[in-house]
Every structure is written in structure tokens, then in C-alpha cells.
């Protein structure tokens, strides 16, 4: 049984940085792909940055340049250095990632940027 752990959330002011990390436990198949997604209240969730098992990056345009996804998928883990936080980045934070042709998602972790 595959479990991803997120940790790292919180609150925070505008301007201000957070570091998420996920490790995902129950598995010795290397992920393809790890990813952060988001959902804000109201909204639909969306994607926030993906890696490869290549290294291969992608992100939001809402977030390129401020975030940064590093991952070592041979161990299954993520991070998200997040910078430069914005009040619109408030929303719960999910760990996915694709293993052995299947999706598994985190329990999701509350990220609130708030003066």
C-alpha cells in the first residue's frame, strides 16, 4: 500500500517562504513522476509543478520563477520551495505521483499566506 506524507504547510506573510516535502512509503517502484498540485477554496484543483523521473520540470505560469520542485524520485520524495508568497497562493497543497502505472495522492497540506 502506497502513502504519500506531505509536511511542511503553515501560516505565512506575503513575501515570506515556505518548503513542502513528501515522501511517498510502501513502495520500491520508482515513481515516473511526482508533482505538487493546489486547490483554493472554490476552485478547481490545479497543477502547480511537476518532475520527472528524467528531472524533467514544469510549472504554473502563476508560480514560475518563485517556486522551485527538486525531487530524488529514486527514494520517492518532493520537495517545493516556495518563495515570494502571495495571498493568492493560499490553498491546500497535494503530493501525487504516478507509480507502477497508478496515481496516488497526498493527504494534502493547508499552505496560508496572510499578513
Known amino acids: 500500500q502506497v502513502q504519500l506524507v506531505e509536511s511542511g504547510g503553515g501560516l505565512v506573510q506575503p513575501g515570506g517562504s515556505l518548503r513542502l516535502s513528501c515522501s511517498a512509503s510502501?513502495?520500491?517502484?520508482?515513481?515516473?513522476?511526482m508533482a505538487w498540485y493546489r486547490q483554493a477554496p472554490g476552485k478547481q484543483r490545479e497543477l502547480v509543478a511537476r518532475?520527472?523521473?528524467?528531472?524533467?520540470?514544469n510549472y504554473a505560469e502563476t508560480v514560475k520563477g518563485r517556486f522551485t520542485i527538486s525531487g530524488d524520485n529514486a527514494k520517492n520524495k518532493v520537495d517545493l520551495q516556495m518563495n515570494s508568497l502571495k495571498p493568492e497562493d493560499t490553498a491546500v497543497y497535494y503530493c501525487?505521483?504516478?507509480?507502477?502505472?497508478?496515481?496516488?495522492w497526498g493527504q494534502g497540506t493547508q499552505v496560508t499566506v496572510s499578513s
Open positions: 501525487h505521483a504516478i507509480i507502477h502505472y497508478q496515481n496516488y
Open positions: 510502501g513502495s520500491i517502484v520508482r515513481a515516473v513522476a
Open positions: 518532475i520527472t523521473s528524467g528531472a524533467s520540470t
